[in-house]
């Protein structure tokens, strides 16, 4: 299993279970030490995974953060954890005063759904107050996870994370202020538009007037790129289809010569139509017989499949055609059979018909 499904695994499972934990203990033994073992180590092992790391701090000894992930007798992940329910706003300050009293690089706050990544990008050795990364298994973004997969084991390069870890610092804010700017223009940002479209004074009735209409028109031009990505996809799969379609009839006409439509695939096909005469225009309904099965169709056309019927071997079995496209096969003793599957046949085609 790779990292990505590992992780969406836990994801899964964190979700399921959280209601159930009750205290920080239970949420570290639950999400937080099966997370970093997901990182690839080993949280049995102290040389790789120290709990209760001693951080002295001046005047307070003996202060402890919850683990520390270490390489080659040095920390190099700090983390700091609390309950799934804890919000993790409050409690920046704990893990900014472990960072600099060690060598680590790296603080980690995290209640085992959020998981805030530190580092010290402004001043050496003085924990960033913003986090230059934020992971939570409630809504998992792809491109998160492939960052979040530089921290593993086996992966894990000092000088490739800080180097990255400034980009995302500044791109995660870009798309803040951005997120804000659209939900609620600040009049700066208005003023932009204004002084590059409106040729007369920027009053305060111009300004509120271009406020709505730099909202609206925002929200629009992010409508339109979700849609034109979304066509694209439409598009590229409709190509897929085709090409699938015509190798299918190209295949077709390489085996016609080698079929033989047997009795038994007949009456097969005059069950179907039966079931399905019930509910639809039995004129719509036909068959194409193929070297290895015999398909069921709607409108005599590859793309509108129905159900096949498997009948060239010892075992027989129907293929009806499920809301994903994927076939599920069911063994048939006899042909009447078929009539235990009536329901499917008949939803197999309405979802053809829409």
Request: aromatic fraction near 12%; include cysteine.
């Amino acid at each position: 299993m790779d990292f990505k499904d590992q992780i969406k695994q836990l994801g899964e499972r964190v979700v399921r279970l959280k209601d159930q934990i009750q205290t920080e203990e239970a949420t570290k033994n639950a999400f937080i030490m099966p997370f970093i073992q997901a990182l690839g180590y080993d949280v049995f092992n102290p040389l790789e995974v120290v709990p209760e790391f001693t951080a002295d701090l001046g005047i307070k000894k003996g202060e402890k953060v919850d683990y520390a992930i270490m390489k080659e007798g040095q920390p190099i992940i700090l983390i700091e954890c609390k309950w799934w329910g804890e919000n993790l706003d409050v409690h920046n300050s704990q893990l900014f005063r472990y960072f600099h009293t060690t060598k680590s690089k790296f603080g980690l706050l995290t209640n085992g759904i959020q998981f805030r990544f530190f580092t010290d990008l402004i001043e050496t050795n003085k924990m960033d107050e913003k986090p230059f990364l934020e992971f939570d298994f409630t809504n998992m973004k792809e491109q998160t996870v492939f960052e979040l997969k530089k921290f593993h084991k086996s992966y894990f390069d000092l000088n490739s994370i800080v180097n990255s870890a400034s980009e995302l610092k500044y791109s995660n804010e870009i798309k803040s202020i951005l997120t804000n700017e659209i939900n609620d223009p600040s009049p700066s940002f208005v003023k932009f538009f204004v002084s590059q479209v409106y040729t007369g004074k920027a009053t305060e009735k111009v300004m509120n007037q271009f406020t709505e209409i730099v909202k609206r028109s925002l929200n629009q031009f992010v409508s339109d790129i979700i849609s034109d990505r979304l066509k694209s996809a439409l598009e590229k799969e409709n190509i897929k289809d085709q090409e699938q379609v015509k190798q299918i009839e190209e295949q077709a006409k390489e085996e016609e010569n080698k079929i033989f439509t047997t009795e038994e695939e007949m009456e097969g096909f005059f069950i179907v139509k039966s079931i399905l005469r019930t509910k639809f225009d039995s004129n719509r309904i036909y068959f194409r017989d193929f070297q290895n099965f015999f398909s069921v169709l709607l409108d005599d056309t590859i793309r509108q499949t129905i159900c096949r019927l498997w009948f060239n071997d010892e075992k027989k079995y129907i293929g009806i055609i499920d809301e994903n496209k994927k076939e599920n096969k069911f063994e048939l003793t006899k042909l009447d059979d078929i009539y235990h599957y009536s329901e499917q046949i008949i939803k197999a085609t309405e979802r053809l018909l829409k």
